[in-house]
């Protein structure tokens, strides 16, 4: 189940699954900033109703994960299209069980082979928009994002002193996962 925070006055005033930081906004008035957790993007909650409509609103399945068409659904095979040259479908086409089952050997492949590096892009991704989202108009905070990309926790820990508490931890919280070494 994914989880956010919402912040006001640059404060955090919800954290939570979907519903629960939906319900504790229904009653806020003013401006308010909800991150996605999983992702750092800011996002926008629908809270009109009463505490059972937006539970509810939140609580079912998402609709991102029901597909109908083609191929092969109850497996969660997603058809999608596929643009090559005429000789990688050619040597596709001569691989032990086809094209699709080429492809899906190589991309199994590149994922084992880059665990390390993908989490790693992933989370700075996060991070990187928790900080624009959050700390974008605060004192230091291009040079907080070089520090950050320089890997320099250090010098990144020293500018964001300055920031606002909630918004500090949140977004050291997200770079840490960057520092943290993947086993």
């Known amino acids: 189940m994914s989880t956010c925070t919402a912040f006001a006055d640059q404060n955090i005033i919800a954290r939570g699954t979907l519903a629960e930081v939906a319900v504790a906004l229904a009653s806020r008035t003013g401006s308010v900033l ?3 957790d999983q992702t750092g993007r800011p996002f926008d909650l629908d809270v009109r109703g009463d ?3 937006i539970t509810a609103r939140y609580s079912g399945p998402s609709t991102d994960s ?3 068409g083609r ?3 109850k497996l969660g095979v997603i058809p999608r299209e596929v643009t090559l040259l005429p000789r990688h479908w050619d040597w596709l086409n001569a691989q032990p ?3 699709s ?3 899906r050997r190589l991309v199994e492949a590149a994922r084992r082979d880059n665990a390390g590096q993908d989490a790693r892009r992933q989370a700075q991704d996060i991070a990187y ?3 624009s989202a959050l700390a974008g108009n605060l004192a230091d905070y291009e040079e ?3 520090a950050f990309y320089a890997d320099d926790a250090v010098r990144f820990e020293d500018l964001t002193r300055s920031w606002p508490a909630d918004i500090r931890a949140y977004v050291l919280e997200k770079a840490m996962v960057v520092w943290t070494p993947v086993p």
């Open 34 to 36: 909800v991150i996605d």
């Open 51 to 53: 505490r059972a409509d």
């Open 66 to 68: 029901v597909r109908a």
């Open 71 to 73: 191929g092969r659904p």
């Open 97 to 99: 069980g086809g094209a």
């Open 101 to 103: 089952a080429a492809l």
């Open 129 to 131: 928009s928790a900080l």
């Open 144 to 146: 907080a994002l070089r």
